[in-house]
């Protein structure tokens, strides 16, 4: 009889890819649809499933090939049944159970163990409580040594603000600043004070144009305290512009945007600056450009995509007006004639009766050219009051 190797035409060194895909050859060449229900193929097709199940199996592969090397082999197509295992039986009458001798409890050991157990953790308990007694002890004793102490540093400020020391006043009174306890609101109240005085002399020195003395109050509260009053720090930098500071002044301009007052005006001022006392003419363009970026903003945020239609004069800030100047100027200073029109059409629009417009128009006319246009904007210039050595019209 044929072996299973022969039925699927294969050899016994095949691996068993080749086992199986000569098992799936097989199954559909002998398979019973394909065949119509060929009995014989039927037959066939068991044998091929049977012989799959053996040889895809190492185990029952190689007691397969055992049998074919040494006994007749035969050819079933179901599997035998299982022997029964054989059932073993323990004799538990030979061999006896072990006695295990009955524990006695010692109560009394039992006892001494537990009151050590209940002392050790008493007295664990006990050192933990005085351990905290004691800090707290000692935190309380440093609290009111501290409050002590700034006591005496808050009085030796109040009799050093008597005395006109009012920068030492200031610099005791800022030790104090890491925390105000609820009891110790008067001193906070006395520090406030303080601060108000200081602003309010700044703020009237600088009303009276005394800027140099303004700006011993107002550098002295930017050094003690947060200073970020967006009035106070205005004030300061053109107390610093008006008295020929004009880096000191561009610094507390800097802070001003840093804190987030992105206004044109402080574009506005830091461009002047540039331009008139740094003698930096590019610089000062950029600032002006971010100026003109926000005064758009401002513009279309409150008034609308028409704001070119319904706005004048007095519905502007006077920095606008600069701003638009300046930047004009500015345009002329390096020969841009037709951007210097251009910046100075809005102004000319919004404040016709500015004759600084019509003579910036005359000189950009002129440069371009434009002897008849340079000559109109002239007279007009002197019909708004314009001073002025010059003369476009001849």
């Given at each position: 009889?044929?072996?299973?190797?022969?039925?699927?035409?294969i050899?016994?060194?095949?691996?068993?890819?080749?086992?199986?895909?000569a098992?799936?050859?097989?199954?559909?060449?002998?398979?019973p649809?394909?065949?119509?229900?060929?009995?014989?193929?039927?037959?066939?097709?068991?044998?091929?499933?049977?012989?799959?199940?053996?040889?895809s199996?190492p185990?029952?592969?190689?007691?397969?090939?055992?049998r074919?090397?040494?006994?007749?082999?035969?050819?079933?197509?179901?599997?035998?049944?299982?022997?029964?295992?054989?059932?073993?039986?323990?004799?538990?009458?030979?061999?006896?159970?072990?006695?295990?001798?009955k524990?006695?409890?010692?109560?009394?050991?039992?006892?001494?163990?537990?009151?050590?157990?209940?002392?050790?953790?008493?007295?664990?308990?006990l050192?933990?409580?005085?351990?905290?007694?004691?800090r707290?002890?000692?935190?309380?004793?440093?609290?009111?040594?501290?409050?002590?102490?700034?006591?005496?540093?808050?009085?030796?400020?109040?009799?050093?603000?008597?005395?006109?020391?009012?920068?030492?006043?200031?610099?005791?009174?800022?030790?104090?600043n890491?925390?105000?306890?609820?009891?110790?609101?008067?001193?906070?109240?006395?520090?406030?004070?303080?601060?108000?005085?200081?602003?309010?002399k700044?703020?009237?020195?600088?009303?009276?144009?005394?800027?140099?003395?303004?700006?011993?109050?107002?550098?002295?509260?930017?050094?003690?305290?947060?200073?970020s009053?967006?009035?106070?720090?205005?004030?300061?930098?053109?107390?610093?512009?008006?008295?020929?500071?004009?880096?000191?002044?561009?610094?507390v301009?800097?802070k001003?945007?840093?804190?987030?007052?992105?206004?044109?005006?402080?574009?506005?001022?830091?461009a002047?600056?540039?331009?008139?006392?740094?003698?930096?003419?590019?610089?000062?363009?950029?600032?002006?450009?971010?100026?003109?970026?926000?005064?758009?903003?401002?513009?279309?945020?409150?008034?609308?995509?028409?704001?070119?239609?319904?706005?004048?004069?007095?519905?502007?800030?006077?920095?606008?007006y600069?701003?638009?100047?300046?930047l004009?100027?500015?345009y002329?200073?390096?020969?841009?004639?037709?951007?210097?029109?251009?910046?100075?059409?809005?102004?000319?629009?919004?404040?016709?009766?500015?004759?600084?417009?019509?003579?910036?128009?005359?000189?950009?006319?002129?440069?371009?050219?434009?002897s008849?246009?340079?000559?109109?904007?002239?007279?007009?210039?002197?019909?708004?009051?314009a001073?002025?050595?010059?003369?476009?019209?001849?």
């Open positions: 009889m044929d072996s299973f190797y022969d039925l699927l035409g050899s016994k060194e095949a691996s068993g890819k080749q086992i199986k895909a098992y799936k050859r097989k199954a559909i060449q002998y398979h649809d394909k065949n119509n229900g060929d009995p014989e193929m039927e037959e066939l097709f068991k044998k091929v499933n049977a012989a799959y199940q053996i040889l199996d185990y029952a592969k190689s007691t397969y090939d055992m074919l090397e040494y006994g007749s082999v035969t050819f079933r197509t179901d599997k035998p049944p299982r022997a029964n295992p054989p059932t073993y039986h323990y004799d538990y009458a030979k061999r006896p159970y072990r006695v295990y001798p524990q006695e409890i010692d109560w009394k050991e039992n006892w001494k163990a537990t009151l050590y157990a209940f002392a050790f953790t008493f007295v664990i308990a050192l933990v409580v005085i351990t905290i007694g004691l707290d002890a000692y935190n309380e004793k440093q609290f009111f040594e501290n409050l002590e102490n700034r006591k005496s540093i808050f009085y030796d400020a109040t009799e050093l603000k008597a005395e006109g020391q009012l920068e030492a006043a200031l610099s005791k009174l800022s030790t104090l890491d925390f105000i306890l609820p009891y110790e609101k008067p001193m906070q109240d006395y520090q406030n004070s303080v601060f108000l005085s200081l602003t309010e700044g703020n009237t020195l600088f009303n009276n144009a005394d800027y140099s003395e303004a700006l011993i109050y107002f550098d002295l509260l930017e050094k003690h305290t947060n200073l009053e967006i009035e106070l720090l205005t004030r300061q930098a053109r107390a610093y512009r008006l008295t020929n500071q004009p880096e000191k002044a561009l610094k301009l800097t001003i945007l840093l804190i987030g007052h992105k206004t044109s005006a402080v574009y506005v001022e830091m002047e600056i540039q331009n008139e006392m740094m003698n930096d003419p590019m610089t000062a363009l950029e600032l002006y450009e971010s100026a003109n970026d926000y005064a758009k903003k401002y513009y279309e945020i409150f008034y609308g995509k028409a704001y070119a239609i319904v706005l004048d004069g007095r519905d502007l800030p006077k920095s606008h600069r701003l638009y100047l300046g004009a100027k500015l002329l200073t390096i020969d841009r004639p037709d951007k210097a029109l251009s910046a100075s059409k809005w102004n000319t629009r919004v404040w016709p009766d500015s004759s600084e417009n019509y003579l910036i128009n005359a000189r950009a006319y002129r440069l371009l050219g434009k008849t246009l340079a000559c109109e904007n002239y007279n007009l210039a002197l019909a708004k009051g001073i002025t050595t010059d003369d476009f019209c001849n």
